[in-house]
């Protein structure tokens, strides 16, 4: 599978972005899915997940309440909507797909997307 991020931007904080993760292929719907970040200098990081039917979601606490994950399968699209950002939240943003169960860790993730860029200004 094949996937394409897009939606990043600038921001001023406490404003909202909306990341959407495109992918090819008729199979989407068996992936569990995970949107992950990288700030320079820092490792890759989990930021949330969503199973493959959408019924289970899971956050890193710094985005609880602010973050929402969600997919159409439909669409072949997963989504991660972003309201109140804080310039901490600055990274590259980066969706990735892995068969079966959702896991916290990149390198149990088969497939990545190129990455957008999330630049929150204070």
């Known amino acids: 599978v094949q996937l394409q991020a897009s939606g990043g931007g600038l921001v001023q904080a406490g404003g909202s972005l909306r990341l959407s993760c495109a992918a090819s292929g008729r199979t989407f719907s068996s992936y569990a899915m995970g949107w992950f970040r990288q700030a320079p200098g820092k490792e890759r990081e989990l930021v949330a997940t969503i199973t493959w039917n959408g019924h289970s979601t899971d956050y890193t606490d710094s985005v609880k309440g602010r973050f929402t994950i969600s997919r159409d399968n439909a669409k072949n699209t997963v989504y991660l909507q972003m309201n109140n950002l804080k310039p901490e939240d600055t990274a590259v943003y980066y969706c990735?797909?892995?068969?079966?169960?959702?896991?916290?860790?990149?390198?149990?993730?088969?497939?990545w997307g190129q990455g957008t860029q999330v630049t929150v200004s204070s």
């Open positions: 990735a797909a892995r068969r079966g169960s959702t896991s916290s860790r990149p390198h149990a993730y088969d497939y």
